[in-house]
């Protein structure tokens, strides 16, 4: 194994670039997985025994099973990379336990916050609102991480977040009595995604994203299985699509999600969340190419203009990415020296 520059004795005059550029590639391909999750999850939405099940204890057990089998692709990656005696050190630190707690923050919580949202405010202002986790990931990342923030992707992030508004909205129908407490549960997500993403940066300066990753979703799968769906009632929903044609369809988007949370945490990792987030949710982007492919979607024109505008805006966050800074020292991203 050779030395690095420090214990060379060497000073780097520059810091690696070559990371940052990588961390906005990671960030780009993580919404690419993230959009074929999404599309091929919702496949499995439309099997037995989701199709069958209440409205909202489906999606919950799709996703317990969906966090399951992606910890499965994870841990195997993990093996294969010879960072599998990594987990349970880094679990058993003080930035594992906030891992976890980012864990349940983004999974379970978020998630719930979402679904509830959809059901009390209805899907258009629930969808709009969660949108805009990227600009409370970038608010949050600035006041607690200290991260600076250029105007160009201050910029961007709006712009992003407004292509995703307008993406996803839908004029509401139908009589909506607590539709003050969704609009309140779907801010709940939208925070919960933003700090799921500041809290996962600060335990990376200790954890390296592939471990970080694989801990966070591991703890989602099982908040899932333990806590949310015994409350919820959706064990024997769970059961059953263990038997079912629609579990190897969740498999195949639990590869997706897998690829989509390491390129994540990686990229989060690299550039910081007000760059990896509103790249990340290029997701929308690929859903519909996705959705084309696999689903027959028709897109309407407010869906293809707000997908335009979110383009645009990533355009912004991209160009507006300082190329010079010292928060680049990651020893290990998503490959180890080896191979990397």
Excluded: K
């Amino acid at each position: 194994m050779t030395a690095s520059p420090a214990e060379a004795g060497v000073q780097e005059t520059a810091p690696p670039r070559v990371y940052r550029r990588s961390g906005l590639a990671w960030a780009l391909l993580s919404g690419v997985f993230w959009g074929a999750d999404g599309v091929v999850l919702g496949v499995a939405l439309t099997m037995a025994p989701f199709a069958g099940a209440a409205a909202l204890v489906a999606p919950l057990a799709a996703a317990a099973l969906h966090d399951g089998l992606a910890t499965g692709w994870m841990l195997a990656y993990n093996a294969a990379t010879g960072r599998l005696r990594r987990l349970p050190r880094s679990l058993a630190t003080r930035q594992g336990l906030v891992l976890c707690a980012a864990a349940v923050i983004g999974g379970p919580v978020a998630m719930s916050g979402y679904l509830f949202g959809i059901r009390y405010a209805g899907a258009a202002y629930a969808l709009a609102l969660s949108a805009t986790y990227p600009a409370v990931g970038a608010l949050l990342s600035r006041v607690f991480l200290r991260e600076q923030v250029s105007r160009r992707t201050w910029l961007g992030i709006a712009v992003t977040v407004t292509g995703a508004v307008v993406a996803t909205y839908t004029p509401p129908a139908g009589d909506l009595p607590h539709f003050y407490v969704g609009v309140a549960l779907a801010a709940v997500a939208t925070l919960g995604w933003g700090v799921e993403g500041v809290l996962a940066i600060h335990a990376m300066r200790e954890v390296e994203p592939v471990v970080a990753g694989t801990l966070r979703m591991a703890t989602s799968a099982v908040i899932y299985l333990v806590v949310v769906l015994p409350l919820a009632g959706g064990l024997r929903v769970l059961g059953s699509a263990l038997g079912g044609a629609s579990l190897w369809v969740v498999l195949a988007a639990a590869v997706a999600g897998a690829a989509s949370f390491l390129t994540y945490y990686a990229a989060s990792h690299l550039v910081g969340a007000s760059r990896a987030m509103p790249l990340n949710s290029l997701y929308a982007v690929w859903a519909i190419v996705f959705s084309i492919v696999l689903t027959g979607l028709h897109p309407t024109v407010q869906l293809v203009a707000g997908v335009l505008v979110t383009f645009a805006g990533a355009v912004l966050v991209v160009s507006g990415a300082p190329r010079h800074g010292d928060d680049l020292d990651e020893s290990e991203a998503i490959f180890p020296p080896t191979v990397r």
